[in-house]
Nanobody, 125 residues
Framework: QVLVAESGGGLVQAGDSLRLSCTAS????????MAWFRQAPGKEREFVAA????????HYGASVKGRFAISRDNDKNTLYLQMNSLKPDDTAVYFC??????????????????WGQGTQVTVSS
């Protein structure tokens, strides 16, 4: 069992920045593939970003590429999502997701077995 918890959401204005954090339990944190997804009201869950420990690669959804950056601190068991140049369309609940090891389906939500409760990000225009 892996416990996952997000933090850092809030209300910001368009153009602002925000950093989300996600902590995950377990001594094998450094082996986890971890991702951020988001879901806006009335919309399907959308892939945002992921980091794969197996090859230290990062992956981004088209709508956030160039604005968001994913990183992790294995010593703190924490994953981050730095969000810059925020837009009203970024408003959503942001979820952190975790799986053990490699997956070829890094952008697919059902590839992840552990999820946090989500943190709300609201961007006003």
């Amino acid at each position: 069992q892996v416990l996952v918890a997000e933090s850092g959401g809030g209300l910001v204005q368009a153009g602002d920045s925000l950093r989300l954090s996600c902590t995950a339990s377990g001594a094998s944190f450094y082996t986890y593939t971890m991702a951020w997804f988001r879901q806006a009201p009335g919309k399907e869950r959308e892939f945002v970003a992921a980091h794969m420990s197996t090859d230290d690669s990062s992956h981004y959804g088209a709508s956030v590429k160039g604005r968001f950056a994913i990183s992790r601190d294995n010593d703190k068991n924490t994953l981050y999502l730095q969000m810059n140049s925020l837009k009203p369309d970024d408003t959503a609940v942001y979820f952190c997701a975790v799986r053990f090891g490699y997956t070829a389906r890094v952008t697919i939500d059902d590839a992840y077995g552990y999820w946090g409760q989500g943190t709300q990000v609201t961007v006003s225009s």
